[in-house]
């Protein structure tokens, strides 16, 4: 691929999570996350989880990315000793962090390029006098940053 096609890729990309098109139905949430349907079911009855509006033409439940995550922080609580009524209110805490994660992923994430002989992710510019660009890239599993110099358009 080249730049241009990698751009819009990840616009295309981007758009689709901010669109929260990315769903799955009850029995794949199941299997994701350890859960069973019935209990799926239960937390939707209390309203801890929430499915999407169904149209006519998919009568059944989808869950959004943001239920899968919810899901699994809830389970990841109860293994702990947490108590569902416990676990749910812990989750809804974090609402606040994984909105603002959802947001910094949907704005600093502008594509992936080559530099110095490793795949970085952009993460824009660095400082408000758009002097410098941030850059991301993992080695040894391990995030290392790296700051560019933007060239002058002239």
């Keep these: 691929m080249d730049n241009r ?13 901010h669109k ?3 769903t799955i139905g009850i029995s794949d949430l199941a299997k994701m996350t350890g859960v069973s349907q019935t209990q ?10 929430h499915s999407l509006k169904a149209t006519e033409k998919n009568a059944t439940h989808r869950y959004s990315y ?3 995550m919810r899901v699994h922080f809830v ?24 909105e603002m994660m959802r947001i910094f992923m949907m704005t600093a994430f502008q594509g992936i390029e080559e530099r110095d002989g490793h ?4 993460l824009g510019y660095f ?10 890239y993992i080695q040894d599993e391990q995030p290392h940053y790296r ?5 002058s358009e002239g």
């Design 5 to 17: 096609e990698d751009g819009v890729f990840f616009k295309k990309f981007k758009e689709q999570i």
């Design 20 to 22: 929260h098109q990315f």
């Design 40 to 49: 799926l079911r239960y937390w939707e009855q209390k309203e801890y989880i």
């Design 66 to 68: 943001g239920t899968l």
């Design 75 to 98: 389970k990841m609580m109860l293994d702990e000793g947490f108590t569902l009524a416990a676990a749910v209110e812990r989750a809804n805490g974090y609402n606040n962090q994984m």
């Design 119 to 122: 795949h970085m992710v952009k």
């Design 127 to 136: 400082d408000e006098a758009k002097t410098q660009r941030l850059y991301c």
């Design 147 to 151: 700051l560019y110099p933007v060239k």
